[in-house]
């Protein structure tokens, strides 16, 4: 290989050494990268030194670049989303456990994150978790009754919730439905797809029974550590996650430090079973 892949944990996570994103990248590096995505789920790039443009080219080349619900509330470059958090700072995007733009009819598939400023005194880990085996540690009673159901994610929940913002360019918060276990397009297996950013209600059920049921799965996330990956930042990372098989949560322990990143995200296909 081209690249040389040192994993963060057995089943999720992996750092990439041996390649510049700043340079054009080969096919044959491409192909290398396109399949650690795959089999590790989270790919962590150290010491990148990328302007905006290079970004957009990397994500470029897995698909076409989503534009985020709240892209004209921030301003900028609409591809690019900007994750700055201050001591005057009301939240930290992030700060739970989420899969990204869920409300979404085509979700993104993957989002690369750049970090360029880091908290001098440590913190502000992203952990990430493995949606293939979340699935799979749920008994095979509980697999077959949630491949059954569906679920409404809602971009209300978040942005209006947490954020507080209104889109400036649409009426509505974006608001779909999705199959509570999903097929991953391209290696086939099944996924966990709720997530507690953005599932408002199993469709079908009483609330009291969505609420347990989604309640259950969000505690089985959150209390299973064999699901995660801890990725420490350093300035001038990139993570590039994949989006369908994968939860995180930015952890904001470094109060009142700094920490400054930029997000591009690529869209994928319609979940389904």
């Known amino acids: 290989m081209s690249i040389q892949i040192n ?73 690019i989303l900007r994750v700055k958090t201050t001591a005057d700072s009301p939240y930290t995007a992030g700060d739970g456990w989420h899969t990204d733009v869920t409300c979404d009819e085509l979700p993104p598939m993957g989002s690369m994150l750049y970090v360029t400023e880091t908290p001098d005194c440590g913190g502000g880990d992203t952990l990430y978790a493995d949606m293939y085996l979340a699935y799979e540690m749920l008994s095979k009673p509980m697999q077959s009754f949630l491949e059954t159901l569906t679920a409404v994610h809602d971009g209300a929940k978040p942005y209006l919730g947490s954020y507080k913002m209104q889109p400036k360019n649409a009426e509505h918060h974006p608001r779909t439905e999705h199959p509570v276990v999903i097929s991953h397009p391209e290696t086939g297996r099944k996924v966990l797809f709720v997530n ?50 994968t939860q995180h949560h930015a952890v904001w322990d470094y109060y009142p430090h700094s920490r400054y990143g930029e997000r591009v995200s690529i869209i994928g296909a319609r979940p389904s079973q």
């Open 196 to 245: 507690a950013g953005f599932t408002t209600h199993i469709k079908g059920l009483r609330p009291q029974e969505s609420n347990a049921l989604l309640d259950m799965l969000y505690r089985h996330i959150e209390s299973t550590p064999k699901l995660r990956c801890h990725v420490n930042w350093q300035p001038n990372t990139l993570t590039f996650w994949d989006n369908r098989c």
């Open 7 to 79: 994993s963060i944990t057995p089943h999720i996570g992996a750092e990439v050494f041996g390649i510049d994103l700043g340079e054009d990248l080969s096919d044959e590096q491409f192909g290398e990268i396109r399949q650690a995505f795959l089999d590790w789920k989270v790919l962590v790039f150290r010491e990148q030194h990328i302007s905006q443009d290079a970004h957009k080219a990397f994500a470029k080349r897995f698909g076409t670049i989503h534009t985020h619900p709240l892209a004209a509330n921030y301003g900028g470059d609409p591809e």
